[in-house]
C-alpha cells in the first residue's frame, strides 16, 4: 500500500470548514483513499473513501486532485464534537486491513 | 442503526492470568476484525475472521487465540497475560463488498480496555 503524509496537527474554528491534506504521490491506479477518525479513546470510526471521483456523505467531502497523488478531507461545519485524529489511508482494492499511523490530529476551537 | 458490541468494557486482570473478549458485529456483517491499541499509540491490526475462517493475521502475540462463530461473533482468548497486553482492544466489522466493488470499510466497536497488574 502506498505511503501518506499528513500534518500532524491543525485547528480550526467552530462552525468554519476544515480542509485536512493528504499526500499520496506513489498511489498506484488500483488503491483506494480511505478516511478514518479516532475520537479520544473511542474505537476508529469510518468517514469516506474514493478511487479517483471525488465523494461526498452526510459527514465529509473528499476532494481527490486529477494525478491522485493527494486529497483533502473537507468537513463542512466543523463543531468542537469534529476534535479528533484523522487518518488518511491508502489501500489496494480488495485489500481491507487499514494501516493507522501519523494521523493529523484536529482540534476544533470555539 | 446498530453498531459493534464489544464485551466487557473493562477488564482488569493479574499476570499469568487468562482473558476473553467478545465481540458482535453489526448484522449482515460476515468480516470481523481484532485490533490492539496501547497507550499514546495507534491501532495496531491482529487478526482477521470472514465467514467464520482466519483470513488475515497481524501482529498477534501467539499467547492470543481467536475465533468467528457460526452467528458471527467473535472472540480473542489471551492467555499468560503480560503488563504491556494492557491496552485498549478494538473489533471491526465490514459488510460484503457490494456488486463489483473492491473497497471495504470497517466499523469499529467502543473496544474494551483491558488493564493487566
Known amino acids: 500500500d502506498a505511503k501518506t503524509t499528513q500534518p500532524t496537527s491543525m ?6 470548514a476544515a480542509n485536512l491534506p493528504c499526500n499520496h504521490s506513489t498511489i498506484s491506479g488500483n488503491e483506494y483513499v480511505y478516511w478514518y477518525r479516532q475520537i479520544h479513546s473511542q ?26 497523488k493527494s486529497s483533502t478531507l473537507i468537513l463542512p461545519h466543523a463543531t468542537l464534537r469534529d476534535t479528533a485524529v484523522y487518518y488518511c489511508i491508502v489501500m489496494a482494492g480488495g485489500s481491507y486491513i487499514p494501516t493507522f499511523g501519523r494521523g493529523t490530529s484536529l482540534i476544533v476551537h470555539p | 442503526a446498530a453498531g459493534v458490541i464489544q464485551s466487557p468494557r473493562h477488564l482488569i486482570k493479574e499476570k499469568r492470568e487468562t482473558a476473553t473478549l467478545k465481540c ?18 495507534d491501532p ?32 480473542l482468548n489471551m492467555s499468560s497475560l503480560e503488563l504491556g497486553d494492557s491496552a485498549l482492544y478494538f473489533c471491526a466489522s465490514s459488510p460484503p463488498p457490494r ?19
Open chain 1, 11 to 16: 485547528d480550526c474554528a467552530e462552525g468554519r
Open chain 1, 43 to 68: 474505537g476508529p470510526q469510518y468517514i469516506i473513501h474514493g478511487l479517483k471521483n471525488n465523494e461526498t456523505n452526510e459527514m465529509a467531502s473528499l476532494i481527490i486532485t486529477e494525478d491522485r
Open chain 2, 24 to 41: 458482535y458485529p453489526i448484522p449482515r456483517h460476515d468480516t470481523v476484525y481484532w485490533y490492539q491499541q496501547g497507550p499514546g499509540q
Open chain 2, 44 to 75: 495496531q491490526f491482529l487478526i482477521s475472521f470472514y465467514e467464520k475462517m482466519q483470513s488475515d493475521k497481524g501482529s498477534i502475540p501467539d499467547r492470543f487465540s481467536a475465533q468467528q462463530f457460526s452467528d458471527y461473533h467473535s472472540e
Open chain 2, 99 to 117: 456488486g463489483f466493488a473492491l473497497s471495504y470499510e470497517q466499523y469499529f466497536g467502543p473496544g474494551t480496555r483491558l488493564t493487566v497488574t
